[in-house]
């Protein structure tokens, strides 16, 4: 895997709120040097991103519980 900001974990997409909606813009923070960065930049800070997903019973229960909690309230 290449060095580069793309697949580091402080590369963070900025986005622009616009009424009700989050576009995200071609600015890229890097919050290791708190300042902006291209994609293609590199820095002796990377670390690479680890991907990890939640997908056990659990989270799943805990997530209809919530989505029941809402349509309750909206229900109101």
């Known amino acids: 895997m290449t060095k580069i ?3 580091c974990i ?3 997409r900025l ?3 616009f009424g009700y909606e989050m576009n995200p ?3 890229f923070l890097c919050k290791e040097k708190d300042n902006f960065t291209e994609l293609k930049n ?3 800070g990377w670390q690479q991103k680890n991907d990890i997903y939640d997908l056990s019973p659990a989270r799943f229960e805990q997530a209809e519980r919530e989505i ?3 349509i309750e309230i909206l229900k109101q």
């Open 10 to 12: 402080y590369c963070k």
């Open 68 to 70: 029941k909690a809402i």
């Open 42 to 44: 590199t820095c002796n």
């Open 25 to 27: 813009k071609n600015y």
């Open 5 to 7: 900001c793309e697949n």
């Open 15 to 17: 986005f622009q709120r």
